[in-house]
């Protein structure tokens, strides 16, 4: 059966730090994985990774995508409180997305 | 903001009845997924819609259907409301089958 799982499910740091959320995936016909970041109510797209070993960056976000060993990191630099919220990770295959259940991220100030 | 929008907001329903939830897409992109969201869980895949054929379905019974139109918006009906039915259904819509996907505000769904 498809899978994506997310760890940590939660994650406490302070503001300043350094995070890592990773995803690891059992998914058939695999065509790309995305992380979407949900405050309040609609995810957010962050990242859509199809290649291993180049990373995507965005201001403090960066990811990567290893499709040898089947999963994916998040990394955001320097957090601020903003950043708190659910990251999540999905695979999209030919029909379906498959989304992990996500990691809680609270900084705190 | 994405563009794509839902209604209702909210709706509360009783067990056995039956709802429909609409989703209107950015202009333009021709697939468009709902998904039911619980309280701490990711997203479910329902099912998706491209180019107003159903492309693939997860593990949801028939009682859960849906539509597109070609004018970018899509439906989704949901008879027979269970109790665990109660999520925030969530539709998100992209350009095609292969890139990413943008979603709406969700509508928060209330069986009792």
């Known amino acids: 059966e498809d899978k994506v799982v997310q760890s940590p499910l939660s994650l406490v740091v302070h503001e300043g730090d350094t995070v890592t959320l990773n995803c690891s995936y059992e998914?058939?016909?695999?065509?790309?994985l995305l992380w979407y970041k949900q405050e309040k109510k609609a995810p957010t797209f962050l990242f859509m990774l199809?290649?291993?070993?180049i990373e995507k960056k965005s201001g403090r976000l960066s990811s990567i995508l290893d499709k040898k060993e089947l999963f994916s990191i998040l990394n955001i630099t320097a957090t601020q409180t903003g950043d708190s919220a659910v990251y999540l990770c999905?695979?999209?295959?030919?029909?379906?997305?498959?989304f992990g259940k996500g990691t809680r991220l609270h900084i705190l100030p | 903001e994405t563009g794509v929008t839902q209604s209702p907001t909210h709706l509360i329903k009783t067990r056995g009845q039956q709802v429909t939830l609409r989703c209107s897409s950015q202009?333009?992109?021709?697939?468009v997924s709902w998904y039911q969201q619980a309280l701490g869980q990711g997203p479910q895949f329902i099912f998706q819609?491209?180019?107003?054929?159903?492309?693939g379905r997860g593990n949801f019974p028939p009682r859960f259907s849906g539509l597109q139109f070609p004018n970018y918006s899509s439906e989704l009906n949901v008879n027979a409301l269970e109790l665990d039915d109660s999520a925030l259904y969530l539709c998100?819509?992209?350009?095609?089958?292969?890139?990413?996907?943008?979603f709406g505000p969700g509508t928060r769904l209330t069986v009792t």
């Open positions: 819609y491209y180019r107003e054929e159903e492309n």
């Open positions: 999905a695979v999209a295959r030919g029909d379906k997305i498959i």
């Open positions: 199809t290649s291993s070993g």
């Open positions: 998914v058939t016909n695999f065509r790309s």
């Open positions: 202009s333009g992109h021709n697939t």
């Open positions: 998100a819509s992209s350009e095609d089958l292969f890139s990413e996907q943008y």
